[in-house]
T-cell receptor, first 114, second 115 residues
Framework: AQSVAQPEDQVNVAEGNPLTVKCTYS??????LFWYVQYPNRGLQFLLK??????LVKGSYGFEAEFNKSQTSFHLKKPSALVSDSALYFC????????????FGTGTKLQVIP | GAVVSQHPSWVICKSGTSVKIECRSL??????MFWYRQFPKQSLMLMAT?????????EQGVEKDKFLINHASLTLSTLTVTSAHPEDSSFYIC???????????FGSGTRLTVV
């Protein structure tokens, strides 16, 4: 069975500092990896995905993520955090091939402190 | 880009009544849609996979008679919470996959409160 782990329930970072939100995964075969952001009482917004190719993936709002196959990780990063980045972030994985189910991590609340 | 519209965004209903939530793909056809439930401070739990023109596939532990899913067209899937009870109060989110695209597009969610 596939799974996603987000080890931190909450990450606090000062505005302007770099941020990292951690994610590790387990899946059979090649992974398709995603990051989504959720604001209060809203649906999920797509940030970025890794399917194949370069391990460093750039996405929306200045976010990027690095795929590390040996460590089965897909950490979300941003060089300089904004207060408006404060939200709930979900990492997700699905296996390749067909319409496979997406498995979500438990989410990490990012709090950017002014 | 692919847009999924979910309606209503919030609803309050009395215990024992039924509530219907709609999920529409606005600019693409979605043969498969997914319904999730999210509890406070928890991740998304997949409830069922909705397939156009056929019966939905429910995840283990999800009551199919309580959460009725209909996917009658390529652009519309509905979730009906029947005989709602306070424990059904939750945030429900639908998503759809655009053929040929690897990611999923999510609706804006529906906050259901049963009183």
């Amino acid at each position: 069975a596939q799974s996603v782990a987000q080890p931190e329930d909450q990450v606090n970072v000062a505005e302007g500092n770099p941020l990292t939100v951690k994610c590790t995964y387990s899946v059979s075969g090649n992974p398709y990896l995603f990051w989504y952001v959720q604001y209060p009482n809203r649906g999920l917004q797509f940030l970025l995905k890794y399917i194949t190719g370069d391990n460093l993936v750039k996405g929306s709002y200045g976010f990027e993520a690095e795929f590390n196959k040996s460590q089965t990780s897909f950490h979300l990063k941003k060089p300089s955090a904004l207060v408006s980045d404060s939200a709930l972030y979900f990492c997700a994985v699905r296996g390749s091939g067909g319409y496979q189910k997406v498995t979500f991590g438990t989410g990490t609340k990012l709090q950017v402190i002014p | 880009g692919a847009v999924v519209s979910q309606h209503p965004s919030w609803v309050i209903c009395k215990s024992g009544t039924s509530v219907k939530i709609e999920c529409r793909s606005l600019d693409f056809q979605a043969t498969t849609m997914f319904w999730y439930r999210q509890f406070p401070k928890q991740s998304l739990m997949l409830m069922a996979t909705s397939n156009e023109g056929s019966k939905a596939t429910y995840e283990q532990g999800v009551e199919k008679d309580k959460f009725l899913i209909n996917h009658a067209s390529l652009t519309l899937s509905t979730l009906t919470v029947t005989s709602a009870h306070p424990e059904d109060s939750s945030f429900y989110i639908c998503s759809a996959i655009l053929q040929g695209v690897y990611g999923y597009t999510f609706g804006s969610g529906t906050r259901l409160t049963v009183v």
